[in-house]
């Protein structure tokens, strides 16, 4: 499969819409959008910092859940990523959340968990060494403000607020030094073999000029080193049970994670669904992880396809992460899509590979995007499981809708939007984020 620029092809692939599903006919011609306008919540403003009120809404929505998957409908339009922020900050006030989780490699999180925590570090040059290739998108502005602004919080509030990243796309020198140094210590006799282990994979290159090396080496070594990294799992779980081991064994797991997502042989078409399950499946059980072993509530911050509970493609996406975690935690997991009407992001020019701001018009009639905005509210919050029965069969039918990655243009997708998401914030018209490089 071509890769754009020098994005790793499989991230890539999980960002494009693979094949067209045909849209399902509707059953009846019931109008939604009277029953729509009755439920919906408007949302005053989309600034980060601006008045938790118009969310109150959707913390009685939220309940008791521990996870809260929020969606965006483009991987960088500016209102999104603020208005996660926004959320972010009234689940802390109003819920005690503390983690926002994000769809970036392990090892980055690590990395600015550890400035919002302790301050050690400078998230301006963290984001720009981390978030490369098919995470250049979070390189921006809105989220250097929310990085920012979880540090200012940490600074006078006893509990902390953390970072995860919870992707496979790359491991750093540093992830593989906390494996390393953990069992120095614990057992320095298995330390050569750990390094052996870990000898392929290390590199002192930053994530971009990494991934590209590390997808040139012949398949049947990159088979070898993800073996071998998952011999390196068995190797630390087996040392004796403590807090550090926990922690030592997710960090092999996520070695091991992204050594197996780069053994798979991306010039099979047919290879490709089993890798977009391996990554949805590992982004759900190291979400999962997190939770359970800090027992935080975690907001969790993805493109609408992996924090759905169901995926617009299956053919093509098998399983998302959604429904990994809807399988392992029920109703405590909560989704939230989101949708627009019309506006601007920042893409890959799927022609040419080039990187530029996109501005498309007003939803199409027959989308679900076209009927949504139909209700009369520039931007609002709506809770899809309690809607009249026969606005939940017009919700429940497959219609276009936009489903933007990191590659654009791409078809729509036949998405079901009540089966797909728990809440839905519909957005009038959005701005493409503010790029840092």
């Known amino acids: 499969m071509k890769r754009l620029l020098a994005l790793p092809a499989l991230l890539v692939a999980a960002a494009l819409p693979l094949s067209t599903v045909t849209a399902t006919a509707a059953p009846t011609q019931v109008n939604p959008v009277p ?6 919540h408007p949302i005053r403003s989309t600034a980060a910092t601006s008045s938790l009120r118009d969310l109150t809404p959707l913390a009685a929505m939220v309940g008791d859940a521990r996870i809260v998957g929020l969606g965006e409908a483009t991987h960088s339009s500016s209102e999104f990523l603020t208005l996660k922020h926004k959320i972010f900050r009234s689940l802390v006030e109003e819920k005690g959340f503390t983690t926002f989780a994000l769809e970036a490699p392990w090892s980055t999180g690590l990395e600015l968990d550890r400035y919002i925590v302790s301050g050690v570090g400078d998230p301006r040059e963290i984001m ?10 979070w390189n921006v502005q809105e989220y250097l403000d ?7 919080y940490n600074r006078t509030h006893a509990r902390k607020l953390h970072f995860v990243g919870d992707d496979l796309g790359y491991a750093s020198p540093a992830l593989l030094d906390r494996v390393t140094s953990y069992v120095g210590k614990t057992s320095p006799a298995l330390l050569p073999e750990i390094k052996s282990l870990y000898a392929g994979i290390r590199s002192d290159s930053e994530y971009a000029a990494w991934s590209a090396a590390y997808f040139t080496k012949p398949l049947a070594e990159r ?3 993800a073996a071998g990294a998952q011999r390196a799992v068995v190797l630390v779980e087996s040392l004796p049970a403590s807090p550090e ?7 092999a797991r996520a070695i091991w994670q992204v050594a197996k997502f780069y053994s798979f042989d991306i010039t099979d078409p047919k290879v490709t669904p089993k890798a977009m399950y391996f990554r949805d499946e590992s982004m759900a059980a190291n979400t999962a992880w997190w939770a359970r072993t800090t027992r935080a509530k975690v907001v969790l911050s993805a493109h609408n396809g992996h924090i759905a509970l169901e995926a617009g493609s299956p053919a093509d996406y098998p399983k998302t992460q959604g429904q990994f975690l809807r399988e392992q935690f029920g109703r405590d997991y909560v989704t939230v899509g989101t949708s627009f009407d019309h506006g601007s992001f920042n893409s ?6 080039q990187l530029r701001v996109f501005t498309v018009p007003p939803a199409a009639k027959g989308s679900n995007e076209y009927t949504l905005d139909k209700v009369p509210y520039r931007d609002y919050l709506i809770d899809l499981r309690r809607l009249p029965g026969n606005t939940r069969d017009w919700l429940d039918v497959r219609r276009p809708t936009r489903d933007i990655g990191t590659g654009y243009p791409t078809p729509e997708l036949p998405i079901r939007l009540a089966p797909s998401y728990d809440l839905l914030i519909h957005l009038n018209q959005v701005s493409a984020a503010h790029l840092r490089f």
């Open 35 to 40: 029953a729509l306008t009755a439920a919906a």
């Open 128 to 137: 720009r060494r981390e978030f490369q290739d098919a995470y250049k998108f």
């Open 146 to 152: 929310l990085i920012e602004w979880m540090r200012s």
């Open 223 to 225: 088979v070898k080193l």
């Open 245 to 251: 081991r926990t922690w030592a064994a997710q960090h």
């Open 348 to 353: 890959h020019n799927t022609a040419d590979g």
